[in-house]
């Protein structure tokens, strides 16, 4: 029998956790997101 892997991805849980509202709710998600503005990512946040 197979076991479960670790990832088993969920849209919503990404969200909510490491989504754009997720870190501007914080400080330190601000600064994050202040950090990957000044490095020109393409994509900010989930």
């Not at 202040?34 to 490095?39: F, L, T």
Request: hydrophobic residues 35%; positive net charge; glycine residues 6%.
């Amino acid at each position: 029998m197979a076991t479960k892997r670790t990832y088993q991805p969920k849209k919503k849980k990404r969200a909510t956790t490491h989504g754009f509202l997720a870190r501007t709710a914080t400080a330190s998600g601000k600064k994050i997101l202040q950090k990957r503005r000044r490095v020109g990512r393409a994509s900010l946040a989930v």
